[in-house]
């Protein structure tokens, strides 16, 4: 599913313009993006956490040059679903085998 796609339901659902949605939906995502930029945790009860996880300092490869490097210290962002939300995704979900 595109943003686009959830536009379109979300448009189609509430009977809003799309054009109205698009931008609600985009002021919803810039304002995720600023707050993690500055260090604030996103907390949405019922669907998940948009927070910040600090990746250690590691030791890496140049596989090409066959040397090691320095990988520092840094921040990422990351997802963290609420258990309901898990839990819908496990019963109301097919397992695909590959």
């Known amino acids: ?7 379109a339901k979300i448009s189609e659902k509430l009977g809003l313009e799309k054009g109205d949605v698009q931008a609600t939906v985009e002021s919803f995502m810039e304002e995720v993006k600023n707050s993690l930029e500055t260090g604030d945790n996103v907390y949405l009860r019922g669907f998940g956490s948009f927070i910040i996880k600090t990746r250690a300092e590691k030791t890496g490869r140049n596989i090409s040059k066959n040397t090691t ?27 695909k085998v590959n």
């Open 1 to 7: 599913m595109t943003k686009a796609d959830i536009v």
């Open 69 to 95: 490097i320095k990988i520092p210290a840094h921040n990422i962002p990351a997802f963290k679903p609420a258990k309901v939300f898990v839990e819908g995704v496990k019963t109301n979900t097919e397992t």
